[in-house]
């Protein structure tokens, strides 16, 4: 039972640790993820060889970097259509999107865009419009 403890003890130390080590990764999204962010320059961030970056990030988090910043990417979208009457694809060029979002991404980001236009008939504007639940580290 003891051997459990610690074994309990010493995985979670070890995952927080882990996770500390994603901090300046996250940060650095944060702060950049209106431009384009290579693996190799993400990977140096947090001080690792691309490779191993790449495993450590889906192994801390469930997503791969990429996924990640798409989804961290979508949440700042989607929260300028609800909140801005910007040009949607201004809106896109703002949080990174240059090329217009590769098919996964235009099918998520039409299901929020069909989902506002439905949200504004129901109830004359965006106010009361739900936002998705992300979550991040």
């Given at each position: ?18 996770l500390?080590r994603?901090?300046?990764v996250?940060?650095?999204v ?9 693996i190799?320059?993400?990977?140096s961030?947090a001080?690792?060889q ?17 996924t ?46 069909y ?9 004359g504007?965006y ?11």
């Amino acid at each position: 039972r003891l051997t459990r403890q610690f074994i309990e003890i010493f995985s979670e130390k070890k995952r927080q640790k882990n996770l500390e080590r994603l901090r300046p990764v996250i940060s650095y999204v944060q702060e950049h993820y209106q431009k384009p962010i290579s693996i190799a320059e993400i990977a140096s961030i947090a001080a690792f060889q691309p490779e191993y970056f790449c495993r450590f990030f889906k192994q801390q988090t469930g997503m791969t970097f990429q996924t990640y910043l798409n989804e961290f990417r979508l949440s700042k979208i989607y929260a300028d259509i609800v909140q801005t009457d910007t040009p949607i694809y201004q809106i896109l060029e703002k949080h990174g999107f240059t090329n217009y979002l590769s098919e996964l991404q235009l099918s998520r980001f039409s299901s929020v865009c069909y989902n506002r236009t439905i949200k504004e008939k129901i109830t004359g504007g965006y106010e009361h419009a739900e936002k998705p639940h992300f979550t991040w580290l």
